[in-house]
């Protein structure tokens, strides 16, 4: 299964079944109205939520392509990764 990242104030996101090219792509077409966009992401680990992040210049965020390295399903719990302040 394909799994892009979103880091976004300090804290993870997830979309899976997307690919990167087509995040980008719906990103840039959102900047270029020049409107603020609410993008559909992912929240927490094992159960997730919808979250809404507003994409608008000037908010700093890392689209992050994750690649299984075994071809197993990724572990979506990042909470030992980032811990609970996001660090």
């Given at each position: 299964m394909n799994r892009v990242d979103i880091v976004y104030g300090g804290q993870q996101y997830?979309?899976?079944g997307?690919?990167?090219?087509?995040?980008?792509?719906?990103i840039d077409a959102a900047?270029?109205?020049?409107?603020?966009?609410?993008?559909?992401v992912?929240?927490?680990g094992g159960?997730?939520?919808?979250?809404?992040?507003?994409i608008a210049p000037g908010i700093p965020f890392a689209?992050?392509?994750?690649?299984?390295?075994?071809?197993?399903d990724i572990d979506l719990d990042?909470?030992?990764v980032f811990g609970q302040d996001g660090l």
């Open positions: 997830s979309l899976a997307r690919s990167i090219d087509s995040i980008q792509t719906e900047i270029t109205t020049g409107k603020p966009y609410w993008l559909m992912n929240s927490g159960r997730f939520e919808d979250a809404y992040l507003l689209v992050l392509n994750v690649k299984p390295e075994d071809g197993q990042v909470d030992g």
